[in-house]
């Protein structure tokens, strides 16, 4: 089945406030609000009774609220990769529905895309120095963790405390590396005290 901001969920046109939705669709059509008599919002599409003209369907898609609500899905996307996906599905729906969509919804959607795209680009860059400080951190534990493992005797690790704390202070700012490394050296030092 066809894939679209509806479908999956990303837009929830029934969501929309009923009188934002009966003002949207007045300057839409080009009428007094006061002429509208009934709105109803069905699935996949608005039916209005007009007085004087009778019933007519709009789509939701011709509607503002539906542009911002699109735009507020990709201002939401947390990773590019959501992101990325969130531009797959807009072009389906584009490529589907370019009917209901005016030129400058378009032009709206693909600015907002590009625009948040720069953000979590230039996001990305600012983190990644933080990023690979946490991979070093997480790897420096892992490291000693295992040299631990290898020490028979608490006369062989006795001496790596001291080692351990000097570089420890590399990492002091990444939360539990350094507090939980040195819980295992002391679980390490409680087992080969047993033996001993």
């Known amino acids: 089945m066809f894939q679209n901001l509806m479908t999956t969920g990303v837009v929830k046109p029934q969501q929309f406030p009923k009188q934002q939705v009966l003002t949207e669709v007045a300057n839409l059509l080009n009428i007094a609000p006061h002429r509208i008599l009934d709105i109803e919002c069905w699935h996949y599409q608005l039916w209005i009774n007009i007085d004087g003209v009778g019933s007519k369907f709009v789509s939701y898609r011709r509607l503002p609220l539906w542009i911002e609500a699109a735009k507020e899905a990709i ?32 032009d709206a959607l693909r600015g907002a895309w590009k625009a948040h795209s720069e953000f979590l680009k230039a996001e990305a860059e600012r983190l990644e120095p933080m990023r690979a400080h946490l991979e070093s951190a997480y790897k420096w534990q892992q490291s000693w963790v295992n040299v631990l493992q290898y ?41 080969l005290a047993l033996v001993s």
């Open 75 to 106: 201002n939401n996307a947390k990773t590019q990769e959501e992101l990325d996906s969130l531009a797959s599905l807009l072009r389906g729906e584009i490529e589907f529905y370019r009917q209901y969509y005016a030129p400058m919804a378009l």
């Open 151 to 191: 020490c028979q005797d608490i006369y062989s690790l006795q001496p790596l405390m001291n080692e351990i704390k000097r570089q420890s202070e590399l990492f002091m700012n990444v939360d539990g590396v350094v507090e939980s490394l040195e819980e295992e050296w002391s679980k390490r030092w409680r087992d």
